[in-house]
Each structure stands twice: as C-alpha cells, then as structure tokens.
Nanobody, 123 residues
Framework: QVQLVESGGGLVQAGGSLRLSCVGS????????MGWFRQPPGKEREFVAA????????YYADSVKDRFTISRDNAKNTVYLEMNSLKPGDTAVYYC????????????????WGQGTQVTVSS
C-alpha cells in the first residue's frame, strides 16, 4: 500500500522554478519529520530539507538553502518543496519520506518513502 505520493517534477531550464508535492496517507499522520531527499544520477541519496509535524521547524541542506522552501498543510496531509533558481546540479529523483524519530538528516531513520519524482534542470 502506497503511503506517500510525490508529484510536480519535470523538465525546467536553469533559473526556473518547480513545486513538488507529497501527499500522505492516514498512516503517515502524526510523524515527527517529513523530509525531502534526492538522488542524482550515479550518486547516493542525499538530504534536501525537512519539516516538523507542526511546521514550526524547518531544516535545509546547505546546497539548497535560500533557494528551496519546505512547507506543509496538515489539513491535506501534504508537504511541499518550492524550488527556485534551479541549477543543473539539482537534477535528481526527488523523494519524500516520513519518520517518527529524531534524526531528520538520516535516510535510515525514515519509515515511509514515496516512489520519487524526476526533476531535470537543463543548462
């Protein structure tokens, strides 16, 4: 049973913007953190951003700080990743994930993952 579903990926030129969405099932409600990760071609999965259940705390990788914004709408059980000033280096499959732990940067701490959405940034 799919617990998280991402959407919003696509092809965009450098400097452009995209907004990713991640809709969770009832089972994912009440988690500690929702995170976004990405996996560039031929590389390891890496942390991008995370947000607490309340939305009061947000965290970003240095590589996306000031360009990406994570937010959430708990009424819709949806988390968003607004991506601006995109660069070719942002090209990757983007995944959302949910956890009930304390370490938002570690992929192994996440309990549910989406199937991923491709983001391609052309130069």
């Amino acid at each position: 049973q799919v617990q998280l579903v991402e959407s919003g990926g696509g092809l965009v030129q450098a400097g452009g913007s995209l907004r990713l969405s991640c809709v969770g099932s009832q089972r994912t409600r009440g988690h500690t953190f929702m995170g976004w990760f990405r996996q560039p071609p031929g590389k390891e999965r890496e942390f991008v951003a995370a947000i607490s259940w309340s939305g009061g705390s947000t965290y970003y990788a240095d590589s996306v700080k000031d360009r990406f914004t994570i937010s959430r709408d708990n009424a819709k059980n949806t988390v968003y990743l607004e991506m601006n000033s995109l660069k070719p280096g942002d090209t990757a499959v983007y995944y959302c994930a949910a956890q009930w732990g304390n370490d938002y940067r570690q992929p192994d701490e996440y309990d549910y993952w989406g199937q991923g959405t491709q983001v391609t940034v052309s130069s």
